[in-house]
Every structure is written in C-alpha cells, then in structure tokens.
C-alpha cells in the first residue's frame, strides 16, 4: 500500500502562483501513474491532471491547461502540481492519487486510483 502525504496548499491572490507537493511511500512510486483532484465547498471532487509514471504523458482538465503543470520526480517519490495565474474558481481542497494498477497511462476517472492523499487547502482572494 502506498501513504500520500500532500503539502504547498496556502492563501494566494488571484494571478499569484503555488507549487504543491505529494510525498509518497511504501510502494514503488514510480511504477503507477498519479493524478492531482481537487473538491470545492459543495462541490463533488474533480480532476484536475495526470501523468504517466515515466512522465512522458500528461492528461489536464480543461479549466487548468496552460496554467497548471503536472510532474514528478521518481528518484525522489514525489509528485508536483505548479499552479500559476490562479484564479477564486481555483479555490479547493486538492488531492493527490495514485493509480491502483500499473496498467493505468493516465486517467481522469477516480475509481482507478486507490490510494489518496489527506488533500491540501488552496484558497485564492480576488
């Protein structure tokens, strides 16, 4: 089983930038896809990106692409979000997953991730 543990969440004014980060442990991390979610108040968790575990494919949401960049770096277990031009709609609780299955490229669906993060808050002021 693999522990998630996010971190780089804070209070950001619109068009300001945040770089999260997902520590992970106790599986091969570099084997599995991984994906970034995020839930707003009242809102159902939504997809935000993915990428494969050789990096070399990336799947964003549309409202994020060209302002949210997904990577990792599997010498170091650790999965990033780089969030520029950040906007209030922005404004979640975000997740980090990683893919039940190696088989698992890149995916937008929750159910073929098995293990999450405790999700980190992102709050951006207009």
């Known amino acids: 089983q693999v522990q998630l543990v996010e971190s780089g969440g804070g209070l950001v004014q619109a068009g300001g930038s945040l770089r999260l980060s997902c520590a992970a442990s106790?599986?091969?991390?570099?084997?599995?896809?991984m994906a970034w979610f995020r839930q707003a108040p009242g809102k159902e968790r939504e997809f935000v990106a993915c990428i494969s575990w050789s990096s070399d494919s990336t799947y964003y949401e549309d409202a994020v692409k060209g302002r949210f960049t997904i990577s990792r770096d599997n010498a170091k277990n650790t999965l990033y979000l780089q969030m520029n031009s950040l906007k209030p709609e922005d404004t979640a609780v975000y997740y980090c997953?990683?893919?039940?299955?190696?088989?698992?490229?890149?995916?937008?669906?929750?159910?073929?991730?098995?293990?999450w993060g405790q999700g980190t808050q992102v709050t951006v002021s207009s």
């Open positions: 106790g599986r091969t991390f570099s084997s599995y896809a």
């Open positions: 997953a990683a893919a039940q299955y190696r088989g698992v490229v890149v995916s937008r669906v929750e159910s073929d991730f098995g293990a």
